[in-house]
């Protein structure tokens, strides 16, 4: 029983990386992100991993653990790379937030909330998580996805009063050592 509560500790928090990355640069810009937009970005997350997981129970015979391993580690590789070189991440947080008020709303959280998605369903189909216990993997994904978000932004709220360097290649560097942590 301790070898799957860790499991699903290790893959909430995986799943969680992109998330503190992208609430981390959005703290730099200094954009808020409220109550509801937290709920829907950490909801998507939950449910898209929900959706993977029961898919990745009815292919579980179909597909070797390999291949899900290698497609999540593309994924995440390639996006890691994209964001390390990627100078642009406090103008795309900008960009994110359309009506230039400083909060991220619930509209532009629904995007968001999807493209950080994308990794929740490599990793849910390859996860291997029973039907017994996908509830509890969706709970610690949901709870996680709220910690990761709360504290990235407050982390690049903090940063960014007391530097005016670029870090958001931080987040390219996070995603590419979750990319090889898929490899072992």
Known sequence: MTAIILEIIVLAAALSVDTFAASFAYGMGRIRIP????GILAAISSLTLAAALLAGNLLSGL???SL???ISFLILFILGIIKLFDKSCKKQAEQ???DKDNILSPAEAVPLGAALSIDSVAAGIGAGVSPAHIIAAILATFLMGIAAILGG???GRAVSRHSEANLCWISGVLLIVLAF???F
């Open 153 to 155: 932004s407050f982390l």
């Open 181 to 183: 942590m898929k490899l």
């Open 35 to 38: 109550a509801a937009s937290i």
């Open 68 to 70: 899900t391993n290698d």
């Open 63 to 65: 597909l070797p653990q």
């Open 96 to 98: 994110a937030n359309k």
